[in-house]
């Protein structure tokens, strides 16, 4: 299976002290995003200091405009707030929904806690209706967890 082979990049990417954090999370979003065919944007969102928002870090795929996200608002809002993965199968169904690009058709959202307090997020788009598994929340779990060590 495809995530299994890709954990121990995940794992050497986090480990690479030579690189900056954002420079590590960078790589982990090209490897996520060249690998996995059905994931068209990867990004990371983070908590934004004291503020009820969230800040884009580093991401891969087409540019956006929702630099700040608003707790509750959109699916990485509503992540924020949560606290629980958060999958959509057709992001044209959810009310709650910032429309980053008219090819997105999916989303999944994956919560990044550092001890137990949630700061950031995975984010991944897709322009494949309905594509992310359970295995895809798993693995994205795991990335999180790696991600969680240097953050």
Known sequence: MIFESL?????????DTSK???ERLLSIC???????DCYNWVGFYF??????ELKLGPYV???TDHTIIPFGKGICGQVAVS?????????ASQDNYIACSITVKAEIVIPIFVNGENMGQIDI????????SVEDERFL???????SKII
């Open 7 to 15: 954990k121990p990049a995940v794992e050497t990417i986090v480990a």
């Open 20 to 22: 900056t954090v954002d």
């Open 30 to 36: 090209q490897l996520l995003e060249n690998k996995i």
């Open 47 to 52: 908590k934004n200091g004291d503020k009820n």
């Open 61 to 63: 795929g087409e540019p």
């Open 83 to 91: 606290n629980k993965n958060f999958v959509v199968p057709d992001v």
């Open 125 to 132: 788009d897709s322009n494949t209706p309905d594509p992310f």
């Open 141 to 147: 779990e795991f990335v999180c967890e790696q991600v």
